[in-house]
């Protein structure tokens, strides 16, 4: 689906590039490689939280520093992070409700309904 949507030009905001930071725990990828990754995709943005002056001078200096990636780096990157995403467990916000403001707060549903 991602390739089709610039070509038929609809927008495409890359989110979630760093799994809400989760992905990080695993010692296995860099968030300079995760941005990179996201980055790399046919996006017209990628959204990246940036909570501290720290993160978003990191951010900064992987967007200035950005090169597009070369298809064994991709496929690199993705062989050393596929037995992350067999479980779900570096991507919560795909797997649980932990991040679901709805399951936490169903009013705001039946509030949307009237």
């Given at each position: 689906m991602l390739p089709v949507l610039p070509q038929?030009?609809?927008g495409v905001l890359g989110m979630k590039s760093l799994g809400s930071g989760i992905i990080l725990e695993s010692n296995v990828v860099t968030a300079t490689e995760c941005l990179s990754y996201a980055m790399n995709l046919p996006t017209?943005?990628?959204?990246?939280?940036?909570?501290s002056m720290g993160v978003l001078d990191q951010a900064i200096?992987?967007?200035?520093a950005f090169k597009?990636?070369?298809p064994s780096h991709v496929?690199?990157?993705l062989d050393k992070t596929?037995?992350?995403a067999k479980d779900g467990k570096?991507?919560?916000f795909k797997?649980?409700?932990q991040f679901d403001g709805t399951h936490k707060h169903p009013e705001w549903l039946e509030k949307a309904s009237i």
């Open positions: 038929k030009g609809i017209s943005v990628v959204i990246t939280g940036c909570d200096a992987t967007a200035l597009p990636m070369d496929q690199a990157l596929r037995d992350l570096f991507e919560r797997t649980s409700t």
